[in-house]
């Protein structure tokens, strides 16, 4: 299901283009065994059917009646919610073109995208599987919000397991924003996942994850 609903009301939106980040907090990149720094945003994209809302579930595909993959990892980040068509977009003019914000999971089939690395292959289907997004409401922006001092955090079967704050982000929102923009230019209701904080960490059928962002939303999958 590729669209999402606006936080407290019955209306949804429809979502476009999903852009996510790579190597966004310092932590994380060590914990990758010290994946090379980048002074711009590394980008992949996502197709929008692999969004899946709250309360959804999580599976790994199967070819051939077999799984692809051993190693399914989550990752919890920000979620960036576009609210018009811009490009070229000066960083300090960036918050115009944003309607709000979600917490995400960006799923990974961790054994695929490191054989991926490894022979120099693309790695869309380590990322961007059926199910590979779950995605909660969304939160609308206001004056209130500074959501570069937003909390996420991630429970794997009721344990913490991730815990940061987007202020640790190495490349901040407005950055990423205008960065996308000029590469691809952005769309009404595109996301852009901003990347995850050190944690992640590998789950199993009967699983169940829970995302918060700042104590304002909440996101619960199982994993089949």
């Known amino acids: 299901m590729s669209k999402i609903r606006i936080h407290k009301t019955e209306k949804y939106i429809k979502v476009n283009n999903i852009y996510c980040v790579g190597r966004n907090y310092v932590d994380h990149i060590n914990e990758?065994?010290?994946?090379?720094?980048?002074?711009?945003?590394?980008?992949?994209?996502k197709p929008n059917s692999s969004i899946i809302n709250d309360g959804g579930v999580v599976e790994i595909p199967k070819y051939s009646d077999?799984?692809?993959?051993?190693?399914?990892?989550?990752?919890?980040?920000?979620?960036?919610?576009?609210?018009?068509?811009?490009?070229?977009?000066?960083?300090?003019?960036?918050?115009?073109?944003?309607?709000?914000?979600?917490?995400?999971?960006?799923?990974?089939?961790?054994?695929?995208?490191?054989?991926?690395?490894?022979?120099?292959?693309?790695?869309?289907?380590?990322?961007?599987?059926?199910?590979?997004?779950?995605?909660?409401d969304i939160i609308l922006k206001n004056p209130s919000l500074n959501p570069m001092k937003f909390e996420l955090i991630l429970f794997h079967n009721n344990i913490k397991k991730q815990h940061a704050n987007t202020s640790l982000m190495i490349h901040n929102i407005y950055k990423l924003v205008s960065y996308i923009s000029s590469i691809f230019s952005i769309q009404k209701h595109d996301l852009i996942f901003t990347g995850t904080p050190v944690g992640v960490g590998k789950v199993i059928s009967g699983d169940k994850i829970v995302a918060t962002l700042d104590k304002k939303l909440k996101l619960s999958v199982e994993v089949l």
Not at 98 to 119: E, W
Not at 122 to 132: D, N, T, V
């Open 32 to 45: 990758m065994n010290g994946s090379i720094f980048s002074e711009l945003p590394v980008i992949f994209i």
């Open 66 to 136: 077999n799984y692809i993959s051993e190693n399914l990892h989550y990752e919890v980040e920000l979620v960036i919610v576009i609210s018009r068509n811009g490009q070229n977009i000066p960083e300090n003019e960036t918050e115009k073109y944003i309607l709000g914000y979600a917490v995400g999971l960006d799923m990974t089939l961790r054994d695929i995208q490191d054989d991926s690395k490894k022979n120099g292959t693309p790695w869309a289907i380590s990322k961007g599987f059926l199910s590979s997004a779950p995605v909660s």
